[in-house]
């Protein structure tokens, strides 16, 4: 009997994302994840470099006049984060409360803390 010699399965090259909005076009049309596209992004950026985009800038007291209140969902239940100034000097939102956590069929009660600063608005 002859040996049968099975041909490797035909392997895909990789696409190359050259630039950031090919990588947040390839999440828009659900070639990445946003998992994947992060890791590309925090590769192509230089080291202590952030891979977030730089938003517009905008003086805290703008922020303080203009800024709503932000709504934020934690698991099932949207609660309110409030435009805050932090003792810092930064500006951001902040929200403070407790909700049921459903763990394993059991109702937990938690603490939330959660804070959001506008990056860069300390000392702004």
Known sequence: ???????????????????????IAAVVTKELTPDEAGKLLDAMTPKG?????????ISN????????????????VDVQAQVKQFSTGSVGYSYNGKMISLVNG???RCQ????????GSKGN
């Open 1 to 23: 009997m002859t040996p049968t010699v099975k041909p490797a399965p035909a392997q895909s090259t990789p696409k190359v994302y050259a630039t950031r909005d090919e990588i």
């Open 49 to 57: 470099k952030s891979s977030v985009p730089q938003g517009d800038r």
């Open 61 to 76: 007291a703008d922020f303080l006049a203009k800024a709503g209140a932000l709504t934020v969902k934690l698991g099932e």
């Open 106 to 108: 059991k109702r937990v």
């Open 112 to 119: 939330v803390s959660l804070n959001i600063t506008v990056i």
